[in-house]
């Protein structure tokens, strides 16, 4: 069993593209678990036509204010450094739930007990099946900052079925924030997508170090590799002596695909198995 990280610094080069188009061709002779973790934007299951049913609700702690026990001291409120708690002097607290990230900073400042724990949805973790892939996909509810919950719940989830699998492909937010981080930790491999623009190379420049950091073996792709200056991905990945794995040129294709949710046909599977 390998588990494949599919990520980019940058949003929009096309990692979707590349771990549905992965997935898409192991699945053909492997078992194959894709895990949709960008979930600020899942968009997974729009690329492969995979209708999601819901697994479960993603939770997180809010504090529950129990107003005989408050003697309205404000303290709760000073506390808060995510300004979810609002206090009037000689009032209760009010609390601003969407602003609230459950770190527990008010219950432990509260003098009089007068703090418990609730639950709120955060989010939600669906699956589905097409094409032989099995679809694990992680959604932050609108309006809720903490997406690292979700993934962290994506991947108890996927612990549990991994077995059952020859390959786990992870497709990642964008970014080197910490639910990316958590995307990709249980990794084996990752593959960093990119496209040969300034910005790109910039952003995958934070990406690799990232991986690097984290002792990560690594590969990349550029994407739409005739729209841009090729060299400048080459001059960077020298630095870190890796190589181009792959490129991808624009495609009409592609696009087809994409608005008629098909699997778009890359190949791809040569990848993994480069050392
Ligand atoms: S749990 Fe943290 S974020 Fe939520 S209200 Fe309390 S201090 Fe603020
Ligand atoms: S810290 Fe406790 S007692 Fe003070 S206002 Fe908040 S809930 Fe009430």
């Given at each position: 069993?390998?588990?494949?990280?599919?990520?980019?610094?940058?949003?929009?080069?096309?990692?979707?593209?590349?771990?549905?188009?992965?997935?898409?061709?192991?699945?053909?002779?492997?078992?194959?678990?894709?895990?949709?973790?960008?979930?600020?934007?899942?968009?997974?299951?729009?690329?492969?036509?995979?209708?999601?049913?819901?697994?479960?609700?993603?939770?997180?702690?809010?504090?529950?204010?129990?107003?005989?026990?408050?003697?309205?001291?404000?303290?709760?409120?000073?506390?808060?450094?995510?300004?979810?708690?609002?206090?009037?002097?000689?009032?209760?607290?009010?609390?601003?739930?969407?602003?609230?990230?459950?770190?527990?900073?008010?219950?432990?400042?509260?003098?009089?007990?007068?703090?418990?724990?609730?639950?709120?949805?955060?989010?939600?973790?669906?699956?589905?099946?097409?094409?032989?892939?099995?679809?694990?996909?992680?959604?932050?509810?609108?309006?809720e900052p903490v997406s690292e919950l979700v993934v962290n719940s994506l991947n108890k989830i996927m612990e549990t079925k991994k077995k059952q699998y020859d390959f786990v492909v992870i497709d990642t937010a964008a970014g080197t924030h910490c639910p990316v981080?958590?995307?990709?930790?249980?990794?084996?491999?990752?593959?960093?997508?990119?496209?040969?623009?300034?910005?790109?190379?910039?952003?995958?420049?934070?990406?690799?170090d990232l991986l690097k950091h984290m002792g990560k073996e690594t590969r990349v792709i550029v994407n739409r590799s005739d729209i841009g200056e090729i060299r400048i991905v080459k001059n960077l990945l020298k630095k870190y002596r890796l190589g181009i794995s792959?490129?991808?040129?624009?495609?009409?294709?592609?696009?087809?695909?994409?608005?008629?949710?098909?699997?778009?046909?890359?190949?791809?599977?040569?990848?993994?198995?480069?050392?």
């Amino acid at each position: 069993m390998s588990i494949i990280g599919i990520t980019g610094g940058k949003g929009g080069t096309g990692k979707s593209t590349v771990a549905t188009a992965l997935a898409y061709e192991l699945a053909k002779e492997y078992n194959v678990l894709l895990v949709d973790a960008d979930v600020d934007c899942p968009n997974d299951h729009l690329l492969l036509g995979i209708k999601r049913c819901k697994v479960k609700a993603v939770m997180q702690r809010i504090p529950i204010f129990d107003l005989k026990k408050c003697s309205r001291c404000g303290l709760c409120s000073k506390a808060c450094r995510n300004n979810a708690v609002v206090s009037i002097k000689g009032k209760y607290p009010l609390l601003m739930q969407p602003q609230c990230n459950g770190c527990g900073a008010c219950f432990f400042k509260c003098p009089s007990d007068a703090i418990s724990w609730g639950e709120k949805e955060i989010g939600r973790i669906y699956s589905g099946k097409n094409h032989n892939i099995n679809l694990l996909s992680g959604e932050l509810a609108v309006n809720e900052p903490v997406s690292e919950l979700v993934v962290n719940s994506l991947n108890k989830i996927m612990e549990t079925k991994k077995k059952q699998y020859d390959f786990v492909v992870i497709d990642t937010a964008a970014g080197t924030h910490c639910p990316v981080i958590t995307a990709l930790e249980k990794c084996d491999k990752v593959i960093a997508v990119t496209e040969p623009t300034p910005l790109g190379a910039h952003d995958l420049k934070l990406i690799l170090d990232l991986l690097k950091h984290m002792g990560k073996e690594t590969r990349v792709i550029v994407n739409r590799s005739d729209i841009g200056e090729i060299r400048i991905v080459k001059n960077l990945l020298k630095k870190y002596r890796l190589g181009i794995s792959k490129k991808i040129r624009f495609s009409k294709k592609i696009l087809e695909s994409y608005s008629k949710g098909t699997p778009i046909k890359l190949d791809l599977t040569g990848i993994i198995g480069e050392s």
